[in-house]
């Protein structure tokens, strides 16, 4: 079976930190870009970070993640990661991860299951 498996969540205080780590099941994650995204309660899913499939350059953040989290990639475990520290009340969201691969005209999607992150006192 093909499937995204995101693991690493919890219960953090405010200030505290996460890792989050995304890992394939049945394919290659190293070959695949793959992209951070969070749905907080009653809002909708939005981007939270990506890395391409080299893992070259500092990789994309939303402007609310930007200076505290770290995305990064360790293609010999075929490993996605998302450190996350400094975490917010407001960093509190179901957190999934999602890998795209482009082959000619064709794409590869796949969505992983999610993992819910709290940050509360």
């Known amino acids: 079976q093909l499937q995204l498996v995101a693991s690493g969540g919890g219960l953090v205080q405010p200030g505290g930190f996460l890792k989050l780590s995304c890992a394939a099941s049945?394919?290659?994650?190293?070959?695949?870009?793959v992209t951070w995204f969070r749905q907080p309660p009653g809002k909708e899913r939005g981007v939270v970070s990506c890395i391409s499939v080299s893992g070259d350059g500092r990789g994309y953040y939303a402007d609310s993640v930007k200076g505290r989290f770290i995305i990064s990639r360790d293609n010999a475990k075929d490993t996605v990661y998302l450190q996350m520290n400094s975490l917010k009340p407001e960093d509190t969201a179901v957190y999934y991860c999602h890998s795209r691969r482009s082959v000619g005209d064709t794409q590869y999607l796949f969505w992983g299951q999610g993992t819910q992150v709290t940050v509360s006192s």
């Open positions: 049945g394919f290659t994650l190293h070959a695949y870009a």
